[in-house]
């Protein structure tokens, strides 16, 4: 059973930054594109941002610009730069494949608010 453990989130202003982390239990990871989602108070979960195995990466147009994805193979993490966020990215995040195949993690609360 793979493990997705989130952390990094918390209470900031607006305009603050936050870097997100996401350890993978897996014996093989780097082959999997990898995503971050978000899930906000009665809202469905999106994807926001995602990086192939070759560290192609997309992004969804609200975050474009300001969110920044990243992995380390070797240690098995994903990573997540949010720069200049905004109250409407406060939500929970959480990693997971591409095709969202893994159970889910416990995510981790990113609120923006002044």
């Known amino acids: 059973q793979v493990q997705l453990v989130e952390s990094g989130g918390g209470l900031v202003q607006p305009v603050v930054s936050l870097r997100l982390s996401c350890a993978v239990s897996r014996t093989i990871f780097s082959t999997f594109p990898m995503a971050w989602y978000r899930q906000a108070p009665g809202k469905q979960r999106e994807l926001v941002a995602r990086i192939s195995s070759g560290g192609t990466t997309t992004y969804v147009d609200s975050v474009k610009g300001r969110f920044t994805i990243s992995r380390d193979n070797a240690k098995k993490m994903v990573y997540l730069q949010m720069n200049s966020l905004k109250p409407e990215d406060t939500a929970v995040y959480y990693c997971?494949?591409?095709?969202?195949?893994?159970?889910w993690g416990q995510g981790t609360q990113v609120t923006v608010s002044s």
């Open positions: 997971n494949t591409v095709s969202s195949g893994w159970a």
